[in-house]
């Protein structure tokens, strides 16, 4: 799947897109798998109530199944208007 | 219901006569335009809006959709920018118009509060001192909360 990354999560990460095999059935799973792979994404889900995130472009939770799902956003709390 | 997500400056003047001038049986037009200030530090030289291209337009024209569903409402304008913007510059504006103004005005806080808080964009000020993310205030949320 696609996992994408906004604002200062992105530039922790250091790119605005990759993409992600995964065995991950939820959203946390994925998220603990990321962190598990370098200090980049232990930096950028070190606090996740400092996050958010958006599957198949629906803003949703952590515990969200990710069965069939193609996009995986995860952003800072938003900042419209 | 006119949804739009623009780089380009809009002319506030040009889109509330237009969306006024569609509307003869409503009695109340309600408009609201943010424009940006200063960084709270100040000495902001410019702003950058990021957003996310897929999800904005579908997450404000949701937005749009449930304040046509919750209040009597002839139409709605939301239109939000992204990109670099300066002091002064009009980052987004709404309008709704209804048959009676409590409808118009309460629509269009509604609007207001959740692109706020739901739509997907990102501040981000430069100053002389660096630049540095606005952080989403814990009012914005708890706004919500009111609807």
């Known amino acids: 799947m696609d996992v994408l990354y906004f604002a200062w999560v992105r530039e922790r990460i250091g790119v605005p897109k990759e993409a992600v095999e995964t065995n991950a059935k939820t959203v946390s799973e994925l998220v603990e798998e990321l962190r598990g792979r370098e200090e ?3 930096a950028a889900f070190a606090d996740l109530s400092a ?13 969200a199944s990710l069965e069939g799902v193609r996009e995986v956003a995860f952003f800072p709390p938003m900042t419209g208007g | 219901m006119r949804v739009v997500v623009q780089e380009e400056p809009f002319d506030f003047g040009r889109e509330a006569q237009e969306f006024a001038s569609g509307h003869s049986n409503m009695g109340a037009i309600v408009t609201f335009t943010g424009v940006v200030r200063d960084a ?26 449930e304040a046509v569903s919750r209040w009597d409402l002839g139409d709605v304008l939301v239109i939000h920018r992204h990109g670099e913007l300066r002091q002064g510059d009009m980052i987004m504006m709404v309008a709704t118009a209804s048959r009676h103004r409590v409808n118009a005005f309460e629509a269009a806080e509604y609007l207001m509060d959740y692109l706020k808080s739901r739509a997907p964009f990102w501040k981000k000020e430069y100053t002389a001192g660096g630049a540095e993310w606005v952080a989403a205030k814990n009012e914005d949320e708890d706004a919500l909360s009111r609807w």
Do not use: C, N, S, W
């Open chain 1, 40 to 42: 980049r994404y232990e």
């Open chain 1, 51 to 63: 996050l958010r995130v958006a599957v198949d472009q629906e803003l949703t939770d952590f515990d």
């Open chain 2, 40 to 65: 709270d530090k100040g000495g902001m030289d410019r702003m950058v809006i990021e957003h996310y291209p897929g999800m904005t337009q579908k997450a404000l024209e949701k937005i749009a959709e």
